[in-house]
């Protein structure tokens, strides 16, 4: 029984690298802030597993948000602010987790390694 966190990522936009570890990051520091203590402080003590993973653009983004949910796991959605290369409001990634492993891939299985 293992924990682990999944960033999807839209592809469509073409990040600049910067922008695309900096979006990752707040998906990865707010989902872990949306979660339960207990699991937040398991997760660290197994190395806080992370994957990035890619989906063709904000419609498939929100489908596997929706998914996760559904499913009972944290979402963090996020939205840029636009204050660099983007337009505000744009969706640019989400976080899911940290949760079990199998829970995680039962919604983002099937995603390419960004």
């Given at each position: ?13 073409q ?6 570890a900096s979006?990752?990051?707040h ?5 872990t ?14 190395g ?9 653009d ?16 944290v979402?963090a959605?996020i ?15 989400a976080?899911?987790?940290p ?9 983002t299985g099937?995603?390419?390694?960004l």
């Amino acid at each position: 029984m293992s924990l682990k966190q999944v960033i999807i990522v839209r592809q469509d936009l073409q990040l600049p690298k910067g922008k695309l570890a900096s979006q990752v990051a707040h998906a990865s520091v707010e989902a872990t802030l949306q979660s339960q203590t207990e699991t937040v402080k398991k997760w660290r003590k197994e190395g806080m597993a992370k994957i990035v993973l890619k989906v063709n653009d904000e419609k498939e983004l929100l489908e596997y948000s929706r998914f996760a949910k559904d499913a009972g796991l944290v979402v963090a959605v996020i939205t840029d602010a636009g204050r660099t290369t983007i337009a505000p409001g744009t969706t640019t990634c989400a976080g899911i987790g940290p949760a079990e492993e199998k829970e995680i891939d039962k919604t983002t299985g099937v995603l390419k390694l960004l």
